[in-house]
């Protein structure tokens, strides 16, 4: 179930709930009474090690998007790939 944090406009004091997503907002605090506000916070959600990111699949050597740039680069310069001076 999630986490979520209320602020109260009357004590200033942060409350963390959790609720399930069908349930009802808070409305009052806790403690006092006051009107809560839902607060926006930071997860602690992390991707970490090998697998989450598109680099750490690519193949040793050069994929088909390297050969055909080499390729355009090459034809782009001349006969000589830019070696001689005509």
């Known amino acids: 179930m999630p986490l979520y944090e209320y602020e109260c406009s009357k004590c200033n004091k942060?409350?963390?709930?959790?609720q399930k997503l069908s349930?009802?907002?808070?409305g009052q605090c806790p403690?006092?009474?006051?009107?809560?506000?839902k607060l926006m916070s930071n997860t602690s959600f992390m991707l970490k090690g090998t697998?989450?990111?598109a680099t750490d699949y690519k193949k040793a050597g050069k994929s088909t998007s390297?050969?055909?740039?080499?390729?355009?680069?090459?034809s782009s310069k001349g006969c000589?790939?830019?070696?001689c001076s005509h």
Do not use: N
Not at 14 to 18: A, N, T
Not at 66 to 74: F, L
């Open 51 to 53: 697998g989450w990111y």
């Open 80 to 83: 000589c790939s830019g070696a």
């Open 31 to 37: 403690v006092c009474g006051g009107e809560v506000r």
């Open 23 to 26: 349930d009802a907002p808070l």
């Open 14 to 18: 942060v409350h963390e709930v959790i």
């Open 66 to 74: 390297d050969s055909k740039s080499s390729q355009s680069t090459s």
